[in-house]
């Protein structure tokens, strides 16, 4: 369903298991900035009246699991620390065509988000599959799926407002850009690391 090219080999869940209070700090600020991405996407397009209620509807959601995040660091008897960059995410901000009209950026501005979700999804599923803490396996479980019907909500909205065969077009070079972009990545506890 995601159409990823490039599957996460099974040595990150591995090693993000290892440093699982980085990997949950890590988690919660990627949920945090869902979030204000979402809200970021109402800011720019307020006329999209679709997109703004999907927005604001994937905005709670992300900070719910952010709040559900941190409760599960704080089970453990750990802090959230320090955000961190994330480095994969600012690689597929360089793909966006900012320069190239409204249209061309409200496209690419959804399949970045879109690709973020599949990836996230993705991991998250790696994830679960690895855990034995019973109850955090549900939880990635969970959130997977959150995060596919995210994806789902941004590639949907950009074929409303771009076109379906735009959209589609678009989507496999992202992909492509994207397996290029996620090679360089699996070496560390963090969620796109």
Known sequence: MLGLKLKTDARWARLALENLPELLTDHAFCEQKAA?????LI????EKSDLVQQMSQI???EMLHFEQVHARILERGWTLGRERKD???NDLQQFIRRQAGPQVLLIDRLLFAAMIEARSCERFRLLADSLTDTALRTFYTELMAS????????LTLARQYCGREATDT???EWLAYE???ITRYGEQATMHG
Do not use: G
């Not at 800011?43 to 307020?46: C, N």
């Not at 995060?147 to 941004?154: D, I, K, L, P």
């Open 36 to 40: 204000s991405n979402a809200i970021s």
């Open 43 to 46: 800011v720019l397009y307020p």
């Open 59 to 61: 905005a709670q959601e």
């Open 87 to 89: 480095p994969y995410v």
């Open 147 to 154: 995060e596919a019907n995210h994806y789902v909500t941004f």
């Open 170 to 172: 678009r989507w496999q």
């Open 179 to 181: 397996t290029s972009v």
